[in-house]
């Protein structure tokens, strides 16, 4: 199924075929153990421990739709009402138009400080 990874290593938003078994999750995202922001593209997954991993190496986003920078590597998909994952049903466009790339940590925090974050 269809998924995007944002990568704020790379500043890049990559279209993706996801299995769909929930333990890729944490593959595609480099963790141990995600969370998962909505917005309204969807839902985005993260690395539940990224404020804490990579240290000053760890790279941060924002997405208009949610009020905090966004820490590391995000998978993009929806959910259905059974709280399954689903294919992304927004377009790479549309993601794109929605993401802010902040750079490392000191720049995150600056960003968010400057709009009172």
Excluded at 38 to 52: M, P, S
Excluded at 67 to 93: M, N, Q, R, W
Aim: charge should be negative.
């Amino acid at each position: 199924m269809k998924a995007f990874i944002i990568d704020p290593f790379r500043e890049t938003i990559t279209t993706i075929d996801y299995s769909g078994d929930w333990h890729d999750i944490k593959t595609h995202i480099e963790c141990s153990m995600f969370t998962v922001v909505r917005v309204n593209e969807g839902d985005i997954f993260l690395d539940d421990e990224g404020l804490y991993s990579k240290g000053s190496e760890q790279m941060f986003f924002l997405h208009k739709d949610y009020p905090s920078p966004l820490a590391g590597y995000g998978l993009v998909l929806d959910t259905d009402e059974e709280g399954e994952a689903i294919e992304a049903k927004t377009s790479i466009e549309e993601l794109s138009k929605s993401i802010t790339w902040l750079g490392g940590p000191y720049e995150a925090m600056a960003y968010a400080k400057k709009h009172n974050l």
